[in-house]
């Protein structure tokens, strides 16, 4: 999909189809770029650096009108990594003025190191899509004929506003980010960045801040979120995983800046302080993770103690010490609001919990209020531990009245009413209205776009109609990163890699959500196993199928060597030769041998050097925003028929 979409950006600059004046605003491509180095221009490069707030932030075009170099506007200052209230918006900061930066050219400018030659982002990009990918240089990737690739691509350029819609499994390969990079280009390329009806379209995050309102009432914002990727990394043995499956040099590679990364702190070190203690609540951990075999056997194997909160007995459930039974959806009050589309949607008790079970909030509730008590008889000091660096200071007795902003939100009922009146966007109307209203739509929802008083991110708009700066290093839609490590692995600019393959095992496995539940959740209910195949099965294409002596229905092995798993073959003409399909959420216990999809997929402990990079603008570690991602898909496996043997003949 990369080497698609730069094919297409290639033709639309080629045959001068950008729209230019958004390209010049909106974007780093006219930036300067220094041709012996392959960096930015930057303010540092001067014997006399510019006064700023950061003087190695400052960025430099060349001006078309004056034939002179002149510094970006709204550079030199550091990024905002997260919305702060009350900080006043910089309006009109990205206005070019009289400023006409030039896309393309070659110039000397005189830097403290002496003459330089430098050239733009912009140039290079066209440099690079001339050179790899053209419609006829794509065509070897994508199989994708040149003609068709021009014409979409023309059409595309045209098309006002133009949208590309894509799925998370697009943030699932080692190189996802390079794919979106590709996404985004051809977008911004075109001006459909920002107009009502164009973007890329994944979903939107809520702002939240109802729950910050109420998470961290009178706490602070002292919570320590790991990155689930390196937390495998450190305590499943994923070194050892990468050399056993992807051989020594990649394994030594990885693990080489990893270590580099956290030494520099760029990301935090999660192996110190072994893994006493795991309270999964919202998940089925034990399900559905990358290696997932080897993540029971070496990440949930060795913690001293799990504890479940769950509506159904799950193979997380049969992980653990203790089990507290949670309420389904329509069996407690809550509510929910998601980006793709423009409503609150109540969820209101049709019929009461299934015996002792409770609604989280209430289970954690009876937590807060054992511990103050237990803190209370013990008379124990307040604690401290750090936070990011911080020290942190807990009393434990306050626990209870922390939870229940002393005593003011004692039901569930009632939480949910403060997160109404303290959420943006959210409507300010009664549960109980809500409740029997069904759902109700968002405020300012009512185009195709959400807009700045929505519940939902919007700094889009400000940027691209209120000439905003953006929150990154160059203040722009960033497309050039010039840190060492982009630069070393030639990812300066979005391009394609290749997606990792294990030798001898010639097929492609791809997943995605199920249509019979969501998630695990329902994935065994007898009316929608009734619906399937009636247990797991995955999809293979005929003539792969024929090669291997399996029909419609025959027990398959699908294997590699990570492991395997057994599933039904559902022979589909849907699939292409040379891969294979398998909707996920089917429990392990499901399967023969209690081994589901998770035994082969073999990527867990693959993390991209770049993803590591931090201390550069806007690229450091924040949860949710710039974290090492989890690969699911760089791998590749096979499969045989497989003869069930009854208990009798195996004696």
Not at 205 to 226: E, H, L, M, T
Not at 346 to 356: F, K, L, T
Not at 406 to 415: A, D, R, V
Request: charged share 20%.
């Amino acid at each position: 999909d990369a080497a698609l979409a730069l094919s297409m950006a290639q033709t639309i600059i080629a045959e001068s189809m950008i729209d230019a004046g958004y390209v010049k605003e909106q974007t780093d491509l006219p930036f300067l770029v220094r041709r012996d180095t392959q960096k930015f221009l930057r303010g540092t490069d001067f014997a006399n650096p510019p006064e700023a707030d950061v003087p190695d932030s400052v960025f430099y075009v060349w001006d078309a009108a004056t034939d002179s170099l002149q510094v970006a506007p709204s550079t030199g200052r550091a990024p905002v990594l997260m919305e702060i209230p009350g900080l006043p918006p910089e309006d009109g900061a990205l206005e070019l003025g009289d400023l006409d930066p030039a896309l393309e050219g070659t110039w000397t400018v005189e830097t403290k190191d002496g003459p330089v030659e430098v050239t733009t982002v912009f140039a290079r990009l066209k440099e690079q899509l001339d050179a790899n990918y053209t419609p006829e240089a794509a065509q070897a990737i994508t199989g994708v004929h040149p003609d068709v690739v021009r014409t979409v691509a023309r059409e595309w350029a045209a098309a006002k506003p133009a949208m590309i819609f894509s799925g998370y499994a697009s943030c699932k390969w080692l190189n996802g980010e390079m794919l979106q990079r590709s996404f985004l280009l051809l977008l911004s390329l075109t001006g459909n960045l920002g107009p009502a009806g164009g973007g890329l379209h994944i979903t939107n995050v809520a702002k939240d801040d109802g729950v910050f309102a109420y998470g961290f009432a009178d706490v602070g914002p002292a919570v320590r979120i790991a990155a689930g990727a390196m937390w495998d990394y450190e305590h499943a043995e994923m070194k050892v995983l990468n050399e056993q499956v992807y051989g020594q040099e990649l394994a030594d590679e990885i693990d080489d800046y990893y270590q580099q990364a956290v030494g520099n702190g760029w990301m935090p070190r999660h192996a110190p302080k072994p893994w006493k203690m795991a309270f999964y609540a919202g998940c089925n951990a034990a399900n559905w993770r990358a290696s997932g075999k080897r993540w029971r056997e070496t990440g949930m194997g060795e913690v001293e103690t799990i504890v479940t909160m769950t509506p159904d007995m799950s193979v997380t459930a049969l992980y653990s010490d203790y089990v507290l039974p949670i309420a389904h959806h329509y069996e407690r009050q809550d509510m929910i609001y998601e980006g793709r589309q423009p409503y609150v949607q109540v969820i209101d008790a049709a019929v009461p919990p299934i015996g002792e079970s409770r609604d989280d909030w209430t289970i954690l509730k009876g937590f807060a209020e054992s511990i103050s008590r237990i803190a209370t008889e013990r008379n124990l000091e307040p604690i401290t531990y750090e936070v990011s660096g911080q020290p942190v200071t807990r009393d434990l007795k306050l626990t209870h009245d922390l939870y229940t902003m002393n005593g003011t939100i004692n039901t569930t009922k009632e939480l949910l009413q403060f997160l109404i009146d303290n959420s943006s966007g959210v409507p300010k109307i009664s549960f109980d209205e809500l409740a029997q209203r069904g759902l109700v739509r968002v405020d300012d929802s009512e185009g195709v776009q959400f807009g700045e008083n929505a519940p939902y991110d919007s700094r889009l708009l400000g940027n691209v109609y209120k000439k905003r700066p953006y929150n990154t290093l160059t203040a722009r839609q960033q497309y050039y990163f010039d840190h060492d490590w982009f630069v070393r692995f030639d990812e300066t600019l979005p391009s394609h890699k290749d997606p990792l393959r294990l030798e001898g095992y010639p097929l492609q496995m791809m997943m995605g959500h199920a249509r019979h539940g969501i998630h695990s959740m329902w994935r065994d209910d007898p009316l929608m196993l009734s619906l399937q195949r009636g247990e797991p099965d995955i999809y293979v294409s005929p003539d792969d199928a024929q090669a291997r002596g399996v029909v419609d229905g025959d027990l398959i092995k699908v294997f590699n060597s990570l492991g395997s798993f057994i599933a039904m073959a559902h022979v589909s003409a849907g699939m292409q030769p040379g891969m294979l399909f398998m909707y996920h959420g089917w429990d392990p216990k499901m399967f023969r041998g209690e081994q589901n999809f998770g035994a082969v997929i073999s990527t867990a402990g693959l993390i991209k050097p770049t993803s590591l990079v931090g201390g550069y603008g806007h690229l450091n570690f924040i949860p949710f925003a710039w974290t090492p991602n989890q690969t699911f898909k760089d791998f590749t496996c096979d499969f045989e028929k497989y003869t069930e043997v009854s208990e009798e003949e195996s004696l």
